[in-house]
Each structure stands twice: as structure tokens, then as C-alpha cells.
């Protein structure tokens, strides 16, 4: 079990915690984290910019897909828009997408007192030894 610091907008951290969002997809056009670095049963600490944790989330399971087709992509806008709770406008956005990891959550937990993580850079997503 590995633990990672993912920085969420405020209004996707809130879909999760209501469990609107039941899948985080994270969309790259470079190889960079969580790409084939998360694995189930790994532990995701939610953080809104500039703000402290909040809570936290279990990864149920993954999956990944390297330089998908546009039919693949399609494929994943439709089967798992729902649950992904993403706006119309995200998917226009990301037309040149060579990556992606979806992250199906479970086990949803807010904190009362956070923990401390010292995280100074503009990373969205990081790999906690």
C-alpha cells in the first residue's frame, strides 16, 4: 500500500466526499504520476490549493490506458462519464490525451485533523515515500 498527496479544485474534492464522484481520472499528455503508479488499496490524500488536507480515499481498483484511440477515449467518456462527474466542457478540452488513469474510489473519509505534509511545488499529484 502506497500512499499519494493529490491536489483537487475544491468542487471536485466535494463531489467526492458526497459521492457524486465515484471515479478520479487523472488525463495526461505527458508519463507523469499516478500513470502506472497507484495501485489498489493505495491510499489518496485529497488537498484543495492552498489549503490543508481534508480526507482521504482508497483505490479500489485502476485502470490505465497508453495513447488510447479515439474510439478507446470515447469508450471512457461514455462508461465512465457518469461516475467521473466531469463537465462537458472537460471533455472538449481534452481532445490530445495520451494518458490516462482511472481511479475507482472506495472507503471515503474526512479528517479532523489533518496531517502534515511539507509540499511546496506546483505538482498535482505525488508519490509519498
Do not use: C
Not at 54 to 65: E, K, M, S, T
Not at 110 to 115: E, G
Amino acid at each position: 500500500m502506497t500512499k499519494h498527496l493529490a491536489i483537487f479544485n475544491s468542487t471536485d474534492a466535494a463531489k467526492i466526499f458526497s459521492g457524486k464522484r465515484k471515479v478520479e481520472g487523472r488525463f495526461s499528455q505527458i508519463r507523469i504520476a499516478p500513470f502506472a503508479k497507484v495501485s489498489k488499496e493505495d491510499i489518496v490524500l485529497v488537498k484543495t490549493p492552498g489549503e490543508k488536507i481534508i480526507g482521504q480515499f482508497i483505490v479500489d481498483r485502476v485502470l490505465y490506458f497508453d495513447h488510447p484511440r479515439q474510439e478507446e477515449f470515447n469508450g471512457i467518456k461514455r462508461k465512465y462519464g457518469r461516475d467521473l462527474s466531469l463537465s462537458a466542457t472537460f471533455w472538449l478540452d481534452k481532445e490530445k490525451i495520451n494518458y490516462v488513469t482511472l481511479m475507482f474510489i472506495k472507503s471515503v473519509s474526512k479528517f479532523i485533523v489533518a496531517p502534515q505534509i511539507n509540499k511546496k511545488d506546483l505538482r498535482p499529484w505525488v508519490v509519498l515515500p
